[in-house]
């Protein structure tokens, strides 16, 4: 049982590229979340998905974007990336939005130079 | 505008003592509030989580108080170990909706 999978585990990106990031679950939960830490930040919800087929906006969506084709998958894209957008990506999921335990991913280091 | 604040930001503790983490929220519609544990290069877990109809839960070492009328709770380490060292997240939601983290405490216990 693998749980919730992200690739890359890292990766250095020069300014302008576009990058995608892989998240895969396989708990067959409904709802699915991309956040980026940042010391001293927290975590900050970029996009969430509550079930296959819609997506919604967090509280940093600027310059990312995400699709939601089946229950298993959610990328991540940015488009063009920022040095600002290097940080650390965390996917998660949960069976349903607000009561339910969110599981997260090993994360991503993203660095933009 | 920050829904869950959280602190201290960063805490020492010697080993076998009381490790105590704050949050407050503003939102009196949450009615969920879960703490998640975090250890270096790992994703967040949840810890323990408690519903406002009660005060307090306690799950081993681990206890969240909660104040309704005070809009807080917090997180008590009982005889904190090296093991514990870790960030914490307070988080709050309402049902149904996306969960709010507050800013994270680094912990780490003294040997």
């Known amino acids: 049982i693998a749980g919730i999978t992200q690739a890359p585990t890292s990766q250095i990106l020069a300014a302008g590229r576009r990058m995608t990031l892989r998240c895969t679950q396989d708990m067959r939960h409904n709802a699915m979340y991309w956040y980026r830490q940042d010391l001293g930040l927290g975590l900050r919800l970029i996009h969430y998905?509550?079930?296959?087929?819609?997506?919604g906006k967090g509280e940093v969506p600027d310059g990312y974007s995400v699709s939601r084709a089946n229950t298993d998958d959610f990328p991540l894209t940015l488009a063009s990336a920022v040095p600002s957008q290097t940080s650390v990506y965390f996917c998660?999921?949960?069976?349903?939005?607000?009561?339910?335990?969110?599981?997260f991913g090993p994360g991503t280091r993203l660095t933009v130079l | 505008q920050q829904q869950v604040k959280q602190s201290p930001q960063s805490l020492i503790v010697q080993k076998g003592g009381i490790s105590i983490i704050n949050c407050a929220y503003e939102n009196t519609a949450f009615d969920y509030f879960p703490w998640y544990q975090q250890f270096p290069g790992k994703g967040p877990a949840l810890l323990i989580a408690?519903?406002?109809?009660?005060s307090e839960k306690k799950e081993g070492r681990f206890t969240i108080s909660f104040n309704k009328s005070a809009k807080q709770f917090s997180l008590h380490i009982m005889d904190s170990q090296p093991g514990d060292s870790a960030t914490y997240f307070c988080a709050a939601s309402r049902r149904d909706d996306k969960i709010i983290f507050g800013k994270g405490t680094r912990l780490h216990i003294l040997p």
């Open positions: 408690i519903r406002p109809d009660v």
């Open positions: 998660a999921s949960s069976l349903r939005g607000g009561y339910n335990e969110q599981f």
């Open positions: 998905s509550n079930t296959a087929g819609t997506t």
